[in-house]
C-alpha cells in the first residue's frame, strides 16, 4: 500500500507564500493520481487541487485557481503544492491523497484510497 507524509506547514502572514510536500512509499505511487484536500475547524473537509498519474493535467477548485500549483516529481515519489498570495480564509489542516485508480483528476475524496495525516496551515492578517 501506499503511505503518504505531508510537510511544509506552518504560519505565514497574508500574501505569503508556502510549499506543501507530501512525501509517499509504495512501489505504485507513478500509478496514482494525486490530490490536496483541506479542512478548517467547523467546517467540511473540501477538494483544493489534483494532478494526474504523469503530471500532465492538473485540477484546482476555484477558490485557489490561479493562486496555488500541484506539481509532482514521480522520481522522488513527492507530490507538492505551492501556495501563494495566501488568505486567512486558507487556513486548514491540508491533506494528500493518492487515487489509485489514476484515470483522472478526481475532486471527490471518496475517489482517493490513501490519505496523509496532514499538516497544519495558519494564515494571520
Known amino acids: 500500500q501506499v503511505q503518504l507524509v505531508e510537510s511544509g506547514g506552518g504560519l505565514v502572514q497574508a500574501g505569503g507564500s508556502l510549499r506543501l510536500s507530501c512525501a509517499a512509499s509504495?512501489?505504485?505511487?507513478?500509478?496514482?493520481?494525486m490530490g490536496w484536500f483541506r479542512q478548517a475547524p467547523g467546517k467540511e473537509r473540501e477538494f483544493v487541487a489534483a494532478?494526474?498519474?504523469?503530471?500532465?493535467?492538473?485540477y484546482y477548485a476555484d477558490s485557489v485557481r490561479g493562486r496555488f500549483t500541484i506539481s509532482r516529481d514521480n522520481a522522488k515519489n513527492t507530490v507538492y503544492l505551492q501556495m501563494n498570495s495566501l488568505q486567512p480564509e486558507d487556513t486548514a489542516a491540508y491533506y494528500c491523497?493518492?487515487?489509485?485508480?489514476?484515470?483522472?483528476?478526481?475532486?471527490?475524496?471518496?475517489?482517493?484510497?490513501?490519505w496523509g495525516q496532514g499538516t497544519q496551515v495558519t494564515v494571520s492578517s
Open positions: 494532478i494526474s498519474r504523469s503530471g500532465g493535467n492538473t
Open positions: 491523497a493518492a487515487d489509485s485508480g489514476g484515470l483522472g483528476t478526481s475532486t471527490f475524496g471518496y475517489d482517493y484510497d490513501y
Open positions: 509504495g512501489r505504485t505511487f507513478s500509478r496514482c493520481a
